[in-house]
């Protein structure tokens, strides 16, 4: 069978020109259709776990935008509500959960997640029978240390000093629980895959926050562990893996975590970005404050990442979430630029 | 005369074993001292303009932990409030002032900065003379970028996405603001050095936010302004850069501007610390929650830092400032274990 799916050509270590494109965050709060379908379900939660709606959400940056890749509409926190942390998400103050310590860790048990995440499952396989046949379809977990930073600290902080310090002081625990994290997160990967997703990305959002050696014991330890032991049933998995804010730190990663491609933010720079597309393929890594602003900052952005990276393996993306306050219509000028190149 | 202040040897690029030590936020709520002066003050920009005050809790960690340099007890934010933009520190809300636009930024007045600061310089003078002889007073100011972002957003944000934002839409605009911080802190600095600073340090401590070509226009440029400035007036001039978050632009970043040394923040790998203190003085960078962790993580923190970067010069401190719920008494075992070694 011939791939039609250009997202995954790039995953293969295929150069296509223009580069296919997808957003991170694309079905969210900027688009006027998700802000009504979002108003009609209950909570947060209610609309990662209603396939009917989460399909919709995740449909609709397609059916506008023509995107090379849908991604599963849901939430990394998804997997602590699995574990019963009692998560919920509320306006204007992000998620929220119960903070988890040493002796909470030793009880958590991870036996029910797939049973508590099976609409979600539900909706991987909605999805992949309703895209057009051209677009990929992706899932994605968090990776453990991004998971971990919330579990502890209950909430979203700058700079996760909770987990950072819990680490410090309760090493044995925070080891057992990336380590459940991982072991998890790479069950629920199998089963996205399984369902029908092309590939998975796992999100490390949190990575920037950390020395070298945490870094090392934190993000790449347990992201390797879940790359190998997703390719242990799914030895062809397509893995995308993004630490933001990794830097320099990158190269390691890529190599040590076996991903399939690394996704870049926006502050790394293009020239490291070009050595780093040598040993593989990239995925990103426009500011997203281009895509509020528009013009020609957004024009210049595009226009230097395609020059940068263009004749490599390249998934243009953004380098973080696209926010709330961007203009749709810049999301089209983006992609038309792109096309047009 | 023989030079008696470890900090300075070192910022003369002389290698001192061990090394001197002072943190960042030193002077601050971990202690009690401290709180108990703040207490009696009235709000915070009161304690900043009132030498007695502001004397008082500058030297309480000398007094207590006999840090080899004492550092002003300021805060970056006193250019903007004599800019009139109506700064204030709220209880549990951070610096707030009234956010500037374009227009706004086009009537800024510079005019009245060392009127409106001459507490300050005053604390400098009172405290040079106040200080035990051996140990360095440091001055300061905030570096440019990181003044704006708090000028433009109108409080902290954790990705300074506001001024990210304004600097895409109005970039001339932008320019100009950063090129009147540069000014006005060229001028603060130097009205410092002539009070009686020994040293002073440029703080960017949201330098980390930006992609590479946006840190050299809003960090570097602005930074080698105020080091060539500083210098036109006292070519002598020792200034410690910190752009907290830069990671491997740091080469650049002390090519260019000049510094005399520059701050390393935690995240950065010791491996890479050493490549730059090829370059010259280095200051960092021990994890701020290592000192709240205490014991083995404390320990380890200063040794693996002392192992790394002890044969070169090198100012003790950490990768960012102290935090309130550390235990003085986890500080006193940092210097302990230091000046043992």
Known sequence: MVQTRKVLDVLDGETVFPPPVWL????????????????????????????????????QPIRRFGFDAAILFSDILVVPDALDRDVRFEEGRGPLMKPIDA??????????????????????????????????????????????????????????????????????????????????????????????????????????????????????????????????????????????????LLTDYRRETGATAIGLDWTVPLSFARELQAGGPVQGNLDPMRVVAGGKALDEGVDAIVEALGNGPLIFNLGHGITPQADPDHVTRLVQRLRSL
Chains 1, 2 share one sequence.
């Open 24 to 59: 991170m965050r694309q079905a969210g709060r900027y688009l006027p259709e998700y802000r009504r379908t979002r108003k009609a379900a209950g909570s947060f939660l209610d609309l990662c776990y209603t396939p009917d709606l989460a399909v919709e959400v995740t449909l």
């Open 103 to 248: 002796a909470g860790i030793a009880m958590l048990d991870g036996s029910n997640l797939l049973n508590h995440l099976a609409p979600v499952l539900e909706t991987v396989k909605r999805l992949r029978a309703g895209l057009p046949d051209e677009t990929a379809l992706l899932g994605f977990c968090g990776a453990p240390w991004t998971v971990a930073t919330y579990m502890i600290a209950g909430h979203g902080t700058p700079d996760q000093a909770p987990a950072r310090l819990f680490a410090y002081r309760e090493p044995a625990a925070f080891d057992m629980l990336l380590d459940l994290l991982a072991d998890l997160s790479a069950e629920y990967l199998c089963a996205q895959i399984e369902a029908g997703a092309d590939a998975v990305q796992i999100f490390d959002s949190w990575a920037g926050v950390l020395g070298k050696s945490e870094f090392q014991r934190f993000c790449v330890g347990p992201t390797r562990k879940i790359i190998a032991a997703v390719r242990s049933k799914h030895p062809q998995a397509r893995i995308i893996a993004f630490a933001k804010g990794a830097g320099p």
